[in-house]
């Protein structure tokens, strides 16, 4: 998944252990919270371990949790 990390066009700051990323292009991920498979530009490291994707949608769930 490093490869992933060299294809960020764009960071946000991170919101606790998560930072959301902006790909060159879409990818297939699986979400380390849910587990849905999905294929998309943004997605979510947690805790800087690009081996832990989230998704967007659980990243938006978890961030609002986080405050």
């Known amino acids: 998944m ?3 990390a060299n294809r960020v066009v ?3 700051p991170a919101q606790g252990p ?3 990323h ?5 990818t297939g991920i699986a979400c380390s ?3 849905t498979r999905s294929q998309t530009t943004v ?3 947690l805790d800087a371990d690009w081996t832990r994707l989230v998704d ?3 990243y938006n769930v978890w ?3 986080l405050g």
């Not at 902006?22 to 879409?26: E, S």
């Open 63 to 65: 961030s609002k949790q």
């Open 33 to 35: 919270r849910c587990g």
């Open 18 to 20: 998560l930072q959301l």
């Open 2 to 4: 490093t490869r992933l």
């Open 56 to 58: 967007r949608g659980c």
């Open 43 to 45: 997605v979510a490291a």
């Open 22 to 26: 902006r790909l060159d292009r879409k």
């Open 10 to 12: 764009r960071s946000e």
